[in-house]
């Protein structure tokens, strides 16, 4: 998914963003305090493409919905964005969880993710590892990052050390990934399950 800044649209705070919203038929976002059109939403490749992230996403929250199941931990679709305080902004991530009370009964945003995972494609890959990526930092709750490739199988995860810094590690086809924001454990391969993918030689 892409940040794209669009003039036309008119400048609101952010609660008439939300009520404004809420109304769209297409997703938008707010950025530094203006909407944006999210190109996933508008400009996607094709149907098959789409259909692709939405069923790895699907796959991703359910296996974490079965982990967190009896933790305080509640895990969020694509529907529900991360309101990020210090810059302003409310983003759309593919899959994420909070364990924080002041999220417990969230339905339309979220301010204290531990974990945020985005779906990459071709068309968005670029701009999810670098600015995306960029504003997320700025969520002082946020552990770990995770990007999942469609094309190859393979996942990077970006995790925050004990020295406030964020270590990142690649993952392929047959590597087991382990999320210590979540205490989590799991085959890359279950994230796939029911796809046809490439896997990169």
């Known amino acids: 998914m892409t940040i794209s800044e669009h003039e036309h649209f008119p400048q609101f705070t952010p609660p008439e ?3 404004w919203e809420a109304q769209q038929e297409l997703r938008h976002e707010f950025v530094n305090g203006r909407i944006s059109a999210m190109t996933s939403d508008s400009v996607e490749r094709d149907a ?3 259909m692709l992230r939405e069923r790895i996403a699907a796959n991703l929250s359910t296996m974490l919905q079965n982990h967190l199941q009896s933790s305080v931990c509640r895990v969020f679709g694509a529907d529900v964005q991360v309101q990020i305080l210090e810059s302003n902004s409310f983003l759309y991530p593919d899959v994420s969880v909070s364990g924080d009370v002041q999220d417990r009964s969230a339905n339309k945003f979220i301010s204290h993710p531990c974990l945020i995972v985005e779906i990459l494609s071709p068309s968005t890959a670029a701009n999810t590892r670098g600015d995306r990526f960029a504003f997320y930092r700025q969520v002082t709750s946020l552990q770990e ?4 490739g469609t094309d190859p199988i393979g996942l990077d995860v970006y995790q925050l ?3 406030g810094k964020w270590e990142f590690n690649s993952y392929e086809s047959g ?9 989590f454990t799991f085959e890359i391969d279950r ?7 490439e896997i990169a030689e």
């Open 17 to 19: 963003y939300l009520e």
């Open 48 to 50: 098959a493409e789409r």
């Open 145 to 148: 990052y995770v990007l999942v």
């Open 161 to 163: 050390n004990e020295r």
């Open 175 to 183: 590597d087991a990934i382990e999320l210590k924001s979540v205490n």
């Open 191 to 197: 994230a796939y399950e029911d796809l046809v993918v």
